[in-house]
């Protein structure tokens, strides 16, 4: 691939400093794009408008969802504007580029019954179960991704002042509040049970949460352990770990949190991703007026 892609990866990294999986879709959608301009035998400084419309064509005839297909078109985006910048190319084909336009779904998220009945549903006469309810309590009192969650190291958390460090996307780190009852039991957790998990395993990695062998967990297992306690409190799996932080954003919103505050604590570059959430919490005041209101 050509050598233009590397630098440029390597200027986000370093300038901007995107997150991994940002970095892996740049590599695999400009590879893609460079594979097009291959077989056709197409020069990078030919590149014009109608060559990009072409290759989000046949994008969208493989079959490409639309959101897909707009990822590409941010990638050729910024791809040209930085050739741009640095003197390799005088203009910006991409920059003329439409988005496609794709239906926006709402994140689906749990009542706060179905929350209750989750963050109970862990036997925490047993260490493994405090470990559980520990964890699914900073995930939903907190609103953390996944990966945050079991990213989290023992030297993040400030149980005095109820507040943890929380690592982003990104490299971005932001303090978040926790709940009165994620502390106790996170603090139960550290004080009975991470001592003989982390003594499994020669050297303690610092990981909070831990599994039977001592070691960290992974995304995999957290939403396997979902679904088991899904199943157990009487919710419909799939229930996906994201949906959590859905339903922590949900139900601040619907009792009144600005969006501003939202934004902040769920660590969103821009508030019109947070926005997703008003959209949510109308649908939810339009079918309570559908099913109460005598004109509907």
């Known amino acids: 691939m050509n050598t233009a892609v590397d630098v440029f990866l390597g200027y986000l990294a370093s300038q901007r400093g ?31 408008l109608t060559v990009l ?42 920059e003329l ?10 994140p689906r998220f749990l009542t706060l019954g179905e929350v209750e009945a989750l963050l109970e549903a862990p036997d925490t006469s047993s260490p493994l179960g405090i470990r559980d309810r520990a964890l699914l309590e900073v995930m939903y009192g907190s609103g953390l991704r996944v990966s945050e969650t079991v990213g989290l190291r023992t030297r993040d958390l400030d149980l005095r002042e109820r507040a943890v460090h929380v690592h982003g996307k990104g490299e971005k780190v932001r303090w978040v509040p926790l709940t009165e009852p994620a502390r106790r039991w996170v603090a139960r957790y550290i004080r009975e049970v991470r001592p003989e998990l982390s ?18 967990l992974s995304r995999v297992w ?12 009487g919710i419909r ?9 859905h339903s922590f954003a949900t139900h601040l919103l619907s009792r009144g949190m600005d969006l501003r505050t939202l934004q902040m604590l769920l660590g969103h570059a821009s508030l019109s991703t947070t926005q997703v959430y008003t959209h949510l919490d109308l649908a939810s005041l339009r079918q309570s007026v559908d099913r109460f209101h005598p004109r509907s």
């Open 18 to 48: 995107l997150a991994k999986n940002t970095l892996k879709a740049y590599r695999s959608d400009l590879q893609r794009f460079f594979q097009f301009l291959e077989v056709r035998g197409i020069l990078l400084q030919d590149v014009d």
């Open 53 to 94: 419309r072409a290759f989000l064509a046949r994008l969208e005839r493989e079959g490409l969802r639309p959101t897909t297909r707009a990822r590409y078109t941010t990638t050729l985006r910024r791809f040209f504007g930085y050739l741009v910048r640095e003197g390799i190319r005088a203009d910006n084909p991409a």
């Open 97 to 106: 580029l439409g988005r496609p336009r794709a239906r926006r779904t709402l």
């Open 199 to 216: 003594s499994r395993v020669r050297s303690d990695s610092g990981v909070l949460f831990l599994n039977v062998r001592g070691r960290p």
């Open 222 to 233: 957290v939403w396997k352990m979902l679904q088991r306690y899904a199943w157990r409190a």
């Open 237 to 245: 799996p799939p229930l996906h770990p994201h949906m959590l932080r």
